[in-house]
């Protein structure tokens, strides 16, 4: 690496060295010609060992299109929640970015993140975030006893208010059915038992969370929440409870995030999303994630140095928050086989939160070959 005449800036190889991803340096033909030392200790092996190794001869991929895509050396590649075996070492659950390197033909340099350690919400290990749990989990119960309570209270009003706000009991009455169900979803997080997913109208979800949260506040809907939908999206494979708790948590964050704002807004949008988006489920198989909904504020944002951790337990910016709300955002999401991300926008002051859904459709098309390809 060359340097401008008087400066003093450090040499690539101690840049990557001091990294915490791991980094692997490909030679072409997808040896291994660098390793960092958190890609030495991600692998177990030391720089001498790795050198001349193939990476295929490191790392399994159970989906041979991500390999394959990987040896495509002029072709960047993103990849989400994938999970990978390492030879002695086990599986885990990682993001990974490969890239070419300028000017350098059949060179490609890989980064990985490691999620399997801060699993936030969807660890079995008896870990320290299945320790953060037990607290939750011991409310669990106390909860449910005066839900049962309000919605015995809503169905005894329902008989006495008129017909026309019958809407208003009606909804009570769901939205205790719905939390008392996501208290027992709570109480069973395991990912040995998979979750039930179905075929789901994203914009049904999305009205109906806010539908729920301008009956909670009882005052102006301000700042209002801007609907951006394309209408011709079909169904995600998601579960419609989930979505709607989803929806609640990211647009009350939002709304509480920009509320003291005079010109504060909201806005929650869907799209077919471009590129290359994989997901690996608990099975390995990927699958594409095209459907993104996003909700975005133009409030002040998270503190930057709170921001890689606000998916994790007890991590809030709230004076009187308890964060749990994204995490359990998080666990909703990957049990419908989707991913989240955060994003800050500082040049045009906006946070956005972008959730990616696979289609009802892809599933049911992969589930009728998998079955025909049995019989």
């Known amino acids: 690496m060359s340097q401008p005449a008087g400066s003093n800036i450090p040499e690539a190889g101690?840049?990557?060295?001091?990294?915490?991803?791991a980094v692997l340096l490909l030679?072409?033909?997808q040896s291994i010609a660098f390793?960092?030392?958190?890609a030495e200790q991600f692998l177990g092996q030391s720089l001498r060992r790795l050198v001349g190794k193939r990476l295929a001869d490191v790392l399994t991929f159970p989906d041979a299109r991500l390999l394959d895509r990987i040896e495509d050396v002029d072709t960047p590649v993103s990849a989400r929640e994938i999970l990978i075996g390492i030879r002695d070492r086990g599986s885990r659950r990682i993001d990974i970015n490969v890239a070419p390197v300028a000017d350098w033909a059949g060179w490609q340099i890989l980064t990985v993140h490691d999620n399997t350690p801060t699993d936030a919400l969807g660890d079995d290990s008896g870990g320290a975030d299945n320790a953060a749990l037990r607290g939750p989990e011991i409310m669990a119960h106390e909860i449910k006893n005066p839900l049962a309570g309000i919605r015995g209270a809503a169905q005894l009003l329902a008989r006495r208010v008129e017909e026309t706000?019958?809407?208003m009991t009606?909804?009570?009455?769901s939205e205790v059915d719905r939390i008392a169900a996501l208290i027992d979803r709570m109480q069973r997080l395991s990912r040995k038992t998979p979750p039930v997913v179905e075929a789901c109208n994203l914009h049904e979800a999305a009205?109906?969370?806010i539908d729920v949260l301008k009956a909670g506040t009882f005052a102006d809907d301000v700042p209002r929440i801007e609907e951006e939908f394309d209408p011709s999206l079909p169904a995600v494979l998601g579960s419609p409870d989930g979505l709607v708790q989803v929806m609640i948590n990211l647009l009350s964050n939002a709304r509480e995030a920009c509320a003291e704002q005079g010109s504060?807004?909201?806005?929650?949008?869907?799209?077919?999303a471009s590129g290359l988006q994989l997901h690996a489920t608990d099975s390995g198989r990927s699958v594409r994630l095209p459907v993104e909904l996003r909700v975005s504020d133009n409030g002040p944002g998270v503190p930057a140095a709170m921001r890689d951790h606000i998916f994790e337990p007890f991590v809030t910016t709230k004076k009187t928050g308890q964060g749990l709300g994204l995490p359990l955002v998080r666990k909703l999401v990957r049990d419908m086989n989707g991913r989240i991300s955060h994003e800050r926008d500082e040049t045009?002051?906006?946070?956005?939160?972008?959730v990616h859904l696979p289609l009802a459709r892809e599933i049911r098309s992969r589930v009728t070959q998998k079955q025909k390809g049995a019989t």
């Open 14 to 21: 101690r840049v990557l060295g001091s990294l915490p991803q």
């Open 207 to 209: 009205r109906r969370a």
């Open 35 to 38: 390793a960092n030392p958190a």
């Open 27 to 29: 030679e072409p033909g």
């Open 264 to 272: 504060g807004r909201v806005v929650i949008r869907t799209r077919f």
């Open 165 to 167: 706000d019958r809407a």
């Open 348 to 354: 045009g002051g906006w946070t956005h939160f972008r």
């Open 170 to 173: 009606d909804l009570i009455t």
